[in-house]
């Protein structure tokens, strides 16, 4: 079974931190991708991945970056935390591209105070 | 309009009860097609994943794609409490960058 595990479930994190979301996957998957899902607004592409080092925009970058050192691993920074950011984050990966059949991780659950 | 649409809910049926989940989409050059179960503060988990038209079955779930009216449905049979969840759709095309989701129906299968 395709693995996708997030860092954390649950963060707290102040105004102005910097914060670090990780995630690994463990299926030698090509593509990985970061959501935010917030109610009444679904699931928004963040940032995606289709190789190591390479990234692309989604539909909502601003105040993200995104970091692919090796394959397995995709990690999704806040520069610096605002009260707008605190959402449901949710890593995925797939073989295809474009995300077709991916598989998500459990979710970080991050508040902003 | 966007581009796939999806009924929230909620959605409350007994147990036992045949579920339909369903999905209106406005790009004729969609050709995969997915059905997500969320459960609460989870990630969301591939239910199902269809080609084209046609119809998939997985146990009491069967999916259905109607491309010449631009409609994809997710069929539960036998509901079960433990299939209280939200069901999501998404869709893409072959060389995009990016699944396009519906926002999810919210069930509650009463026991």
């Known amino acids: 079974d395709v693995k996708v595990t997030q860092s954390s479930r649950y963060l707290v994190k102040r105004t102005g931190e910097k914060v670090f979301l990780e995630c690994v996957q463990d299926?030698?998957?090509?593509?990985m991708f970061w959501y935010r899902q917030d109610p009444g607004l679904g699931l928004r592409l963040i940032y995606f991945s289709y190789d190591v080092k390479m990234k692309e925009k989604g539909d909502i970058p601003e105040g993200y970056s995104v970091s692919r050192e090796k394959k397995e691993r995709f990690s999704l920074i806040l520069e610096s935390a605002s009260t707008n950011q605190t959402s449901m984050y949710l890593c995925?990966?797939?073989?295809?591209?474009?995300?077709?059949?991916?598989?998500f991780g459990q979710g970080t659950r991050l508040t902003v105070v | 309009q966007k581009e796939v649409e999806q009924d929230p809910g909620p959605l409350s049926v007994p147990e036992g009860a045949i579920v339909s989940l369903n999905c209106t989409y406005s790009n004729s050059a969609f050709q995969y097609f997915m059905w997500y179960r969320q459960y609460s503060r989870k990630g969301p988990e591939l239910l199902m994943y269809t080609y084209s038209s046609g119809n998939k079955e997985d146990g009491r779930f069967t999916a259905q794609v109607d491309k010449s009216s631009k409609y994809i449905s997710l069929f539960i049979r036998d509901s079960q409490p433990s299939d209280s969840a939200t069901y999501l759709c998404a869709m893409t095309i072959q060389g995009a960058q990016k699944l396009v989701f519906g926002q999810g129906t919210r069930l509650t299968i009463n026991p």
């Open positions: 299926m030698d998957h090509e593509n």
């Open positions: 995925a990966s797939s073989l295809r591209a474009g995300g077709t059949e991916a598989f």
